[in-house]
C-alpha cells in the first residue's frame, strides 16, 4: 500500500478595489444620462484593476513590476534551480520571461478569498471634495479577493532573460527545453509571453511557403497554445 504526502501551505490573497464616480451635476446633464456615464467608468476602471491583476499572476509582490501589497505571483512561487530555461541574453533592462503553466486544482489556479466574495455596490450618493471645491457625487465600487495558488511546482517553467540581444529571443528549440521539465505525461495548457517574444518566436522560424512569406504569426508552439500579453514586461532586470 502506498499514502500521498501533502503539506500545508498559506495562499495570500489581495484586496481588489476598485472605485469610480462623477460630479452628480456633470452626469445628469449628460445625454446618455448619467446611468451610462456611470456603466462606462466601471468599465475602464475595471479593466485598469484586472490589467493589474494580470501583472500580479507573474510578477506578485515586486514592486517594480507587479504590486507590493499582493502575495505570491509565478516570480516567487516557481522552482528557480530546477523549472527554468536561461536564454541567455546579457542586455541589461531588456529582459522578459515566458511562462508554461498546466493549471487545475492540484497544479496551479486563481483562489478567492472571503468565499469567493465579489461585491459589487449600488451606485450611491456621497459628499466629494476637489480640495477646494465640495459637491455631490455619484459613487460605486468593487471588492472581491483574488490570489494565486501554486499548488506543485512541477507545473510552472520559466523561460528567462529573454533579451533583445540577437539570438537571445523565444524560439522553438527554448520551448521544446521547457517542456522537457514537466512531469512525463504533463503538458502545460499555455505558454505566456510579451508581444515582442512572440515576434522573436516568429521569425525565428523559417518559412516554408512557395513565395518565401514570412512565417505566420505563432499561435503554438509543439502543440502548446501561445498566448501573448501586455502584462509581461520587456524591461526586466536579468537578476529578476
Not at 481588489?16 to 460630479?23: A, E
Not at 507590493?68 to 505571483?73: A, C, E, H, I, N
Not at 468565499?115 to 459628499?127: A, K, P
Amino acid at each position: 500500500m502506498t499514502k500521498a504526502t501533502y503539506e500545508q501551505r498559506i495562499v495570500q490573497t489581495y484586496t481588489l478595489n476598485p472605485r469610480w464616480g462623477g460630479d452628480k451635476a456633470a452626469l445628469d446633464r449628460d445625454e446618455d444620462g448619467w446611468e451610462a456615464v456611470m456603466a462606462e467608468e466601471a468599465g475602464a476602471h475595471m479593466e485598469a484593476a484586472w490589467q493589474q491583476v494580470a501583472k500580479c499572476f507573474y510578477y506578485g509582490n515586486n514592486a517594480t513590476h507587479g504590486d507590493s501589497k499582493f502575495g505570491y505571483g509565478l516570480l516567487q512561487s516557481y522552482d528557480a534551480t530546477n523549472m527554468v530555461v536561461d536564454a541567455g541574453g546579457t542586455t541589461a533592462t531588456t529582459g522578459s520571461s515566458a511562462w508554461l503553466v498546466a493549471f487545475g486544482p492540484q497544479r496551479v489556479q486563481w483562489v478567492y478569498g472571503a468565499n469567493g466574495s465579489f461585491e459589487l455596490s449600488d451606485v450611491d450618493l456621497r459628499d466629494q471634495s476637489d480640495g477646494t471645491n465640495n459637491f455631490t457625487a455619484y459613487f460605486q465600487e468593487l471588492f472581491c479577493y483574488p490570489g494565486l495558488q501554486v499548488s506543485s511546482q512541477r507545473f510552472v517553467v520559466r523561460i528567462k532573460k529573454l533579451t533583445a540581444d540577437s539570438g537571445k529571443g523565444l524560439t522553438d528549440a527554448l520551448v521544446a527545453s521547457a517542456l522537457s521539465k514537466f512531469p512525463v505525461g504533463v503538458r502545460p495548457d499555455v505558454l505566456f509571453c510579451s508581444k515582442r517574444s512572440l515576434y522573436q518566436l516568429q521569425t525565428s522560424r523559417t518559412a516554408t511557403n512557395a513565395t518565401g512569406t514570412p512565417a505566420p504569426i505563432p499561435v503554438e508552439s509543439h502543440g502548446v497554445p501561445v498566448a501573448p500579453t501586455e502584462a509581461l514586461s520587456d524591461v526586466e532586470a536579468l537578476t529578476l
